[in-house]
């Protein structure tokens, strides 16, 4: 059980603006789904969250300032997913989820933590790819991979980075299956980037929509995910249908200004 | 020029094993991290690897160890390029093996080397550096045609 609160939370390159005075709390056992433009900081807030980049502003777990957690301790309840496209890994999918044993062992592996990555990896269906390269995988199946490594961490929390892009339809589905699942089962919390609103409206629990840096709403999707709230937030026109009690979105056509 | 090996004594040897004894097992304790640092500074610090720090105090014990080296036999190319690679190809990416492994075969790489520039000529010593680049050269050139993709 556990709860993040994040405060004020601002972060900037260069003097352009990502983050802006963020607020946003993440609650027990709920797949918490990150949407809204490219740039809108989704992937920054979850980096900050794990203290990959450190902004301006506070970001609570469990009360604790994550500032004054070490990172071991943090792993040891945050698990992150990367982007799978983005992670070079020359080694076995085995070893790769061994790696995420990391915080937990100091160098010595024991059987009880090869058991662990064993189960996993059972878990996930991956059990036949187990002595493949990673870099051989394809991409849903790199994307399972990296899930079972944070996985292998026993986290409280995933966080995840848009962990369905450039998947194909089936693998989109399984893996955000696998988290529901998981999240279910394990009693932990996930919160992921998404930029497929029909796959967030079907999986998520809550929905935070984030614009310019902040955050636009937060709240139920079938609450959020309608018409003027697109619009507003990604200047296009969209029919919001409804497709077994939750919202489906159309979309129609872009609004430019000044193009007629 | 050409570094050698003719001018070792035991008293050199024995400070050279002394830094190598102090810096190899800090590197061997920290290979997760290296390991995870192989993914990626992120993806390191999310498996809560304290990036910074494990690289600059890596840098400077590996800076300490080649230097202590060098500064007794001089420069002999090609032995901690080719000792790491042939390691890896033999025995994978895995740091916790691959460190000590490397410095095993680059120790017997260079005590073969040095044996064949001694007898090869005999009575004349060939400089040891020689004999490495013989194996050096083609291996770099091959490794430079066949790898440039795999990541090292």
């Known amino acids: 059980m556990v709860n993040i609160t994040i405060k004020s939370l601002t972060f900037g390159y260069n003097g352009s603006m990502i983050l802006d005075n963020l607020n946003l709390v993440v609650e027990d056992s709920e797949v918490l789904g990150l949407v809204g433009p490219n740039g809108s900081g989704k992937t920054t807030l979850i980096k900050c969250m794990d203290k990959i980049l450190k902004p301006k502003g506070s970001i609570l777990i ?99 980075d848009e962990p369905t892009s450039s998947l194909d339809m089936k693998h989109q589905l399984e893996v955000m299956e696998t988290i529901s699942s998981l999240v279910k089962e394990k009693k932990i919390s996930a919160v992921m980037a998404l930029h497929d609103l029909n796959l967030a409206s079907m999986f998520v629990d809550k929905l935070a929509i984030l614009k310019g840096g902040k955050i636009y709403a937060a709240g139920e999707p079938i609450d959020l995910l309608n018409a003027k709230n697109i619009r507003d937030v990604y200047g296009v026109e969209a029919v919001v249908m409804n497709n077994l009690d939750r919202p489906y979105i159309v979309p129609l056509r872009s609004l430019n200004e000044g193009v007629a | 020029m050409m570094g050698s090996l003719g001018k070792s004594s035991w008293e050199k040897a024995g400070i050279i094993s002394a830094i190598l004894a102090v ?130």
């Open chain 1, 62 to 160: 469990d009360g604790r300032d994550i500032d004054t957690v070490s990172r071991t301790e943090l792993a040891k309840r945050l698990g992150y997913v990367p982007q799978s496209s983005s992670t070079p890994l020359a080694t076995t999918v085995f070893d790769t989820v061994l790696m995420g044993r990391r915080p937990h062992i100091s160098w010595r592996v024991s059987d009880s933590d090869l058991d662990k990555v064993a189960d996993i990896l059972g878990l996930l269906h991956l059990e036949y790819l187990a002595m493949r390269d990673f870099s051989q995988l394809s991409g849903g199946q790199k994307q399972k991979v990296l899930i079972a490594r944070a996985l292998a961490q026993e986290p409280e929390v995933l966080l995840l």
């Open chain 2, 23 to 152: 810096c190899l097992p800090y590197l061997i304790i920290k290979s997760w991290d290296i390991n995870a640092m192989g993914a990626g500074d992120e993806t390191a610090k999310s498996l809560g690897v304290n990036v910074e720090r494990t690289r600059v105090i890596s840098m400077v014990l590996v800076s300490l160890i080649t230097a202590s080296i060098i500064c007794f036999t001089g420069t002999i190319g090609f032995v901690g390029l080719v000792a790491p690679h042939i390691t890896r190809m033999v025995i994978g990416g895995d740091h916790r093996f691959l460190l000590p492994g490397s410095a095993l075969v680059g120790a017997l790489l260079l005590l073969g080397a040095d044996t064949l520039a001694r007898t090869i000529l005999a009575p004349v010593i060939l400089p040891v550096g020689i004999m490495t680049s013989f194996l050096g050269v083609p291996f770099f050139v091959y490794l430079f045609m066949k790898r440039r993709k795999v990541f090292w």
